[in-house]
């Protein structure tokens, strides 16, 4: 008799459970990032060629390079950069005037074209730190991050060398 008791309220159970839908789960997109090669992939984003120049004897300040491709279906913007190693960084674009190369800040950043490259290397765009907290050493790497408008933050070690990239195309 007891076990039939416990049969029918097992059977009982399993058939209030038959009809209610399993609950439902939300997934959660979290954006990752991979570094394979010298290439990282952040979002829609793949960032290659990265590098910072060696400071030149005393100079506080120095450069750094990255190649970004929007790999996306929808425009981002580079909107900065930061290193611990520097006090400040800016984004900086190079211009000819009368013979004479000038370089300027870029507030806004820098717009990546869906399907399009945004190229920073020596000669050209590129992100400038000024006032080194410490000096970044030949051979070395840097944490640098990059913040972009939509896919947000992502942070390389850009390795550190007198000859960090191409120069930029004219």
Do not use: W
């Not at 990752?32 to 952040?42: A, R």
């Not at 979002?43 to 060696?54: E, F, P």
């Not at 970004?68 to 909107?79: H, P």
């Amino acid at each position: 008799m007891k076990r039939f008791v416990i049969l029918t309220m097992a059977t009982l159970a399993l058939t209030a459970c038959e009809g209610q839908k399993p609950s439902e789960t939300r997934a959660t997109t979290v954006t990752k990032s991979t570094d394979i090669d010298g290439v990282k992939t952040h979002a829609a984003l793949k960032l290659s060629a990265y590098g910072m120049r060696t400071p030149l004897g005393q100079n506080p300040n120095t450069g750094a390079y990255v190649t970004v491709e929007n790999t996306g279906k929808t425009d981002d913007r580079l909107v900065s950069a930061s290193c611990t190693c520097a006090a400040r960084t800016e984004l900086h674009t190079m211009s000819m005037a009368d013979g004479q190369m000038s370089m300027s800040a870029v507030p806004e950043g820098f717009e990546i074209k869906a399907g399009e490259k945004l190229v920073l290397a020596p000669g050209g765009n590129h992100i400038m730190l000024f006032d080194l907290t410490t000096r970044p050493a030949d051979g070395a790497t840097q944490k640098v991050t990059l913040v972009f408008e939509k896919a947000g933050e992502v942070t390389i070690d850009m390795p550190v060398s007198m000859t960090p990239a191409a120069p930029a195309a004219h």
